[in-house]
């Protein structure tokens, strides 16, 4: 099943439009405009998750001051993450993206754990950030307090109440993303 979303930053500084596909596979793509002091860009991405809603390839596209970035990242069975064909180890054994420009990603880990209300869990994800355009490890914990509601904590201190729908779909991200079109 497809589902369109539209985004809009919580201060009025960027939009976003998605397509979740949910089903055997997951697939995202989306496109963020973002009209902030210090950087106005365009972000567009893809990724495809396999079976068991691990991350399997993303596609970056970054447009920033006239200069576009490309970044290729591809993950094997063996969880080994490349960018652009070049191995990076610090990522080895992470399952989920997480793209600094959207919240799409963060439906990936809460799909993927299938926390009970009450339940938290710790995982590390492959960080994609703005405006450095690199990828690192993040620690990350998601704590499922209601049906539809879960905190998201970093390990850089950052924390936020994340509202889905029943299928995990982010539709506010606390003082940051409001969906438009519920």
């Not at 939009?15 to 002091?37: A, D, N, P, Q």
């Not at 365009?42 to 596209?61: A, H, K, P, Q």
């Not at 754990?113 to 405006?131: D, H, K, N």
């Not at 049906?147 to 940051?176: M, N, P, Q, V, W």
């Given at each position: 099943?497809?589902?369109?979303?539209?985004?809009?930053?919580?201060?009025?500084?960027?939009?976003?439009?998605?397509?979740h596909t949910?089903?055997?596979?997951?697939?995202?793509?989306?496109?963020?405009?973002?009209s902030?002091?210090?950087?106005v860009?365009?972000?567009?991405?893809?990724?495809i998750?396999?079976?068991?809603?691990?991350?399997e390839?993303?596609?970056?596209?970054?447009?920033q001051?006239?200069l576009?970035?490309?970044m290729?990242?591809q993950?094997?069975?063996?969880?080994?993450?490349?960018?652009?064909?070049?191995?990076?180890?610090?990522?080895?054994?992470?399952?989920?993206?997480?793209?600094?420009a959207?919240?799409s990603?963060?439906?990936?880990?809460?799909?993927?754990m299938?926390l009970?209300?009450?339940?938290?869990?710790?995982?590390?994800?492959?960080?994609?950030?703005?405006?450095?355009f690199?990828?690192?490890?993040?620690?990350?914990e998601?704590?499922?307090?209601?049906?539809?509601?879960f905190?998201?904590?970093?390990?850089s201190?950052?924390?936020?109440?994340?509202?889905t729908d029943?299928?995990?779909?982010?539709?506010e991200?606390?003082?940051?993303w409001?969906?438009?079109?519920?």
């Amino acid at each position: 099943m497809q589902h369109a979303l539209i985004w809009k930053r919580a201060d009025g500084t960027g939009m976003e439009y998605c397509t979740h596909t949910l089903g055997e596979r997951t697939k995202i793509e989306g496109k963020v405009i973002r009209s902030l002091k210090e950087e106005v860009s365009f972000v567009e991405y893809n990724v495809i998750c396999d079976e068991l809603g691990n991350t399997e390839s993303v596609m970056i596209n970054y447009i920033q001051h006239n200069l576009v970035q490309t970044m290729k990242l591809q993950k094997d069975a063996d969880h080994r993450w490349t960018r652009d064909g070049i191995h990076i180890p610090e990522l080895d054994g992470l399952k989920d993206i997480d793209i600094g420009a959207t919240p799409s990603t963060n439906l990936l880990p809460i799909r993927r754990m299938r926390l009970e209300v009450g339940e938290s869990e710790q995982m590390t994800a492959a960080w994609v950030r703005f405006p450095e355009f690199d990828v690192l490890p993040l620690q990350q914990e998601y704590t499922r307090l209601g049906e539809e509601l879960f905190e998201y904590r970093s390990a850089s201190g950052y924390t936020a109440r994340l509202h889905t729908d029943a299928e995990g779909i982010i539709r506010e991200y606390e003082g940051e993303w409001i969906q438009e079109n519920k």
